[in-house]
């Protein structure tokens, strides 16, 4: 049993930034991905950003250069810092935790915070 408490979500102007938290509790394991993905109004949930446990990250092509994902190992926290935010970043931001249990996998979902940004 996971669950995944997610913070920092607003409304800002365009070029302003925010930082959004994700704190995982229950069962925890040494071996997984943290993670934001977003949905925007009358689009798919897409991935924005993912980090290991060893740190190794991974961006979709739309946030290179101003999102950075981090993370504290020790409070099991993600943490996701957006730059220069732009209209089009407006959506619903969900945290994700990927881990494995044996030979499955699994993958716990946020509720969702959202994020606006206004021209």
């Known amino acids: 049993q996971v669950q995944l408490v997610e913070s920092g979500g607003g409304l800002v102007q365009a070029g302003e930034s925010l930082r959004l938290s994700c704190a995982a509790s229950g069962s925890s394991f040494s071996l997984n991905v943290m993670g934001w993905y977003r949905q925007a109004p009358g689009k798919q949930r897409a991935l924005v950003a993912v980090?290991?446990?060893?740190?190794?990250?991974n961006y979709a092509d739309s946030v290179k250069g101003r999102f950075a994902i981090s993370r504290d190992n020790a409070k099991n926290t993600v943490y996701l810092q957006m730059n220069s935010l732009k209209p089009e970043d407006t959506a619903v931001y969900y945290c994700?935790?990927?881990?494995?249990?044996?030979?499955?996998?699994?993958?716990?979902w946020g509720q969702g915070t959202q994020v606006t940004v206004s021209s």
């Open positions: 994700i935790l990927d881990y494995e249990v044996g030979l499955r996998r699994y993958r716990s």
């Open positions: 980090i290991t446990s060893g740190g190794s990250t």
